[in-house]
């Protein structure tokens, strides 16, 4: 199995800056995809940020320009700076890593525990 455990989140206010971190452990031959999904009360997850193996990088419109994701293959890290937050980032952010476990089997997705942050006006 695979456990992904993240850190980070909090409680800041509106132009602050946060830094999540989520680290996977277990079985694990190699991670492809990485990525940062958050879900604010009564709305579906969304995806924030993601960032490919080879390092490509993808990021949702209300993130281009403040957020940053980034990871360190070697660690099996992703951490996702978020910069001059808005009372609107207001969700629970999550982090999803896919995993092949073994040269030849699938792959399969895993998500963190989920973390809040919450940006005062």
């Known amino acids: 199995q695979v456990q992904l455990v993240e850190s980070g989140g909090g409680l800041v206010q509106a132009g602050g800056s946060l830094r999540h971190s989520c680290v996977a452990s277990?079985?694990?031959?190699?991670?492809?995809?990485m990525g940062w999904y958050r879900q604010a009360p009564g709305k579906q997850r969304e995806l924030v940020a993601r960032?490919?193996?080879?390092?490509?990088?993808y990021y949702a419109d209300s993130a281009k320009g403040r957020f940053t994701i980034s990871r360190d293959n070697a660690k099996n890290t992703v951490c996702l700076q978020m910069n001059s937050l808005k009372p609107e980032d207001t969700a629970v952010y999550y982090c999803?890593?896919?995993?092949?476990?073994?040269?030849?089997?699938?792959?399969?997705?895993?998500w963190g525990q989920g973390t809040q942050v919450t940006v005062s006006s």
């Open positions: 999803r890593m896919v995993v092949r476990r073994d040269p030849s089997g699938p792959q399969y997705q895993y």
């Open positions: 277990g079985s694990i031959f190699v991670i492809n995809a």
């Open positions: 960032i490919t193996s080879d390092g490509s990088t």
